[in-house]
C-alpha cells in the first residue's frame, strides 16, 4: 500500500524558515509524481499552494516555495507569518488515474 | 470564475448508500482535459481522495475505496455525482468536490459534512 508520509507537526517563529516535505513509504519522490501543496484552515476548504512540484498557484506570496530535496518534496515558507499557521497537506500522482494525500502536517507560527 | 457546490443529504444511516452531487457553475463540465473528483475528511483527520471522472467519462477510484464507489456525470444539468454504498461510522466526514488536472486540484466546493448514524 502506497503511503504518502508528512511531518505531523512544525513550530516556526514569525519571519523564520521552514522546510516541510512529502515522501513515499517506500521510493524516492521525483518530479514524475507532480507534487503539489494545498494549504487548509480550520473549517475551510483547502487552498492551491504549489502543483507540478514548484509552480506557484494564482495569488499565492512568492514566500512559498517548491522543490525537490532528496528524495522528497519539499515546501518552503521563507519570513513566515502568523496567518501561514494551518495545515498543509501534499498530494502525489501515482499514475493511472491514482493520487494519494499526505497525512498532512500541522503548521504552528510561534 | 469557476464555482463548485456540493448537495445531498447530511445524514446516512448505516448499510445504506450516500449520495451526493455537486454542482458545477461558470463553466463546462465537459471541458476537455480536466478530472472531477470526490475528496473526503473525517473530523479532525486528514484528507482522502475517492476518485475522479475524466471529461471522457472514464472513471478512476481509490482503490481502498473502490468496490463500493460510483461517480457519474450529468453533462445536461453540469453535475457530477458520488455513490458510495454500504456506509458505516467511518464514513462520517467532509465531502469535497472539486475540479482538477494530473498536476493539481485547481478547484474546489466548500464541503458538505456527511454523518452516518442510525
Known amino acids: 500500500q502506497t503511503v504518502v508520509t508528512q511531518e505531523p507537526s512544525f513550530s516556526v517563529s514569525p519571519g523564520g524558515t521552514v522546510t516541510l516535505t512529502c515522501g513515499l513509504s517506500?521510493?524516492?519522490?521525483?518530479?514524475?509524481?507532480?507534487p503539489s501543496w494545498y494549504q487548509q484552515t480550520p473549517g475551510q476548504a483547502p487552498r492551491t499552494l504549489i502543483y507540478?512540484?514548484?509552480t506557484r498557484s494564482s495569488g499565492v506570496p512568492d514566500r512559498f516555495s517548491g522543490s525537490i530535496l532528496g528524495n522528497k518534496a519539499a515546501l518552503t515558507i521563507t519570513g513566515a507569518q502568523a496567518d501561514d499557521e494551518s495545515d498543509y497537506y501534499c498530494?502525489?500522482?501515482?499514475?493511472?488515474?491514482?493520487?494519494?494525500f499526505g497525512g498532512g502536517t500541522k503548521l504552528t507560527v510561534l | 470564475q469557476l464555482q463548485l457546490q456540493e448537495s445531498g443529504p447530511g445524514l446516512v444511516k448505516p448499510s445504506e448508500t450516500l449520495s451526493l452531487t455537486c454542482t458545477v457553475s461558470?463553466?463546462?463540465?465537459?471541458?476537455?482535459?480536466?478530472?472531477w473528483g470526490w475528496i473526503r475528511q473525517p473530523p479532525g483527520k486528514g484528507l482522502e481522495w475517492i476518485g475522479s471522472?475524466?471529461?471522457?467519462?472514464?472513471?478512476y477510484y481509490n482503490p481502498s475505496l473502490k468496490s463500493r464507489v460510483t461517480i457519474s456525470v450529468d453533462t445536461s444539468k453540469n453535475q457530477f455525482s458520488l455513490k458510495l454504498s454500504s456506509v458505516t461510522a467511518a464514513d462520517t466526514a467532509v465531502y469535497y468536490c472539486?475540479?482538477?488536472?494530473?498536476?493539481?486540484?485547481?478547484?474546489w466546493g466548500q464541503g458538505t459534512l456527511v454523518t452516518v448514524s442510525s
Open positions: 507540478s512540484t514548484n
Open positions: 517506500s521510493g524516492s519522490v521525483s518530479t514524475s509524481y507532480y
Open positions: 461558470g463553466g463546462s463540465i465537459s471541458s476537455s482535459s480536466y478530472y
Open positions: 498530494v502525489l500522482y501515482m499514475g493511472s488515474g491514482f493520487w494519494v
Open positions: 472539486a475540479r482538477h488536472e494530473v498536476i493539481a486540484i485547481d478547484y
Open positions: 471522472i475524466y471529461y471522457s467519462g472514464s472513471t
